[in-house]
């Protein structure tokens, strides 16, 4: 069951990543919440996501601006590496905070569940936000742009919504904003993973290693299928009918159903 939950998943949501500006990992994440802690669940997800992004860099290389991935990476990488230095320091104190019983099932709120949910559900309020006349932002805005989604990427891997944000009002044309969206998800993929790994030392990933493997493959079939797909899909509606799952996806976690 849960090879085929996540598989579908990663499947959908990264024909998605190619319409609605951020990534696989924004729903993913939830999906291996259902059958693994959090910090483990952000883990496996960092490594999909990195390896779905490898393999769209791969069908969008030549649409990259590099400037404005400099701009955005100079930021992302360091805030990046304290995101996830952080997630790693409240994985190891996830006490519960609150408990509560409906029926004859306990509900458990613990810390980490209760901020990575309220950020999900944040950054999904930005998506539904109406999107105002794209301005081409300065420098020192991108820097910001970079800085923001680098941290909250580490932190909690959802990274997309911001920095879909700051990338629309870049002055990219449409193919560019893609391109250049998954080159940053990738240097903060590197960033994170590399903490991810280096604090979860006593939890042995390679036992999970098939379920990474198909929901890989799912993945990339999912890219393959978005790349064709996306002159014949209209954005806007795929951004709110994903942010609207990601709402209530968000709300189940903080209150300790999933």
Known sequence: MDFLIIGGVAFLTSILTFFSGFGVGTILTPAFVLFFPIDIAVAMTAIVHFLNNLFKMGLTFKDINKSVLIKFGITAIPLAFLGAWLL????????????????????????????????????AIFELLPTPNKKVLKNNMLYIGGAVSGFFGGLSGHQGALRTLFLLRSGLTKESFIATGIAIACIVDISRISIYF?????????????????TTLCAFVGAFIGKKLLKKVTITFIQYVVAILII???????VGII
């Open 88 to 123: 790693m320091n409240f994985s190891n104190n996830n006490r519960i905070l609150y408990e509560f019983t409906i029926g004859d099932k306990t509900l458990t709120i613990k810390l980490v569940e209760l901020i990575i949910g309220t950020m999900m559900l944040i950054f």
């Open 248 to 254: 209530i996806i968000s709300v189940l976690l903080i």
């Open 198 to 214: 280096a604090k979860l030392q006593s939890i042995s990933l390679i036992e999970n290693y098939w379920i990474i493997t198909s």
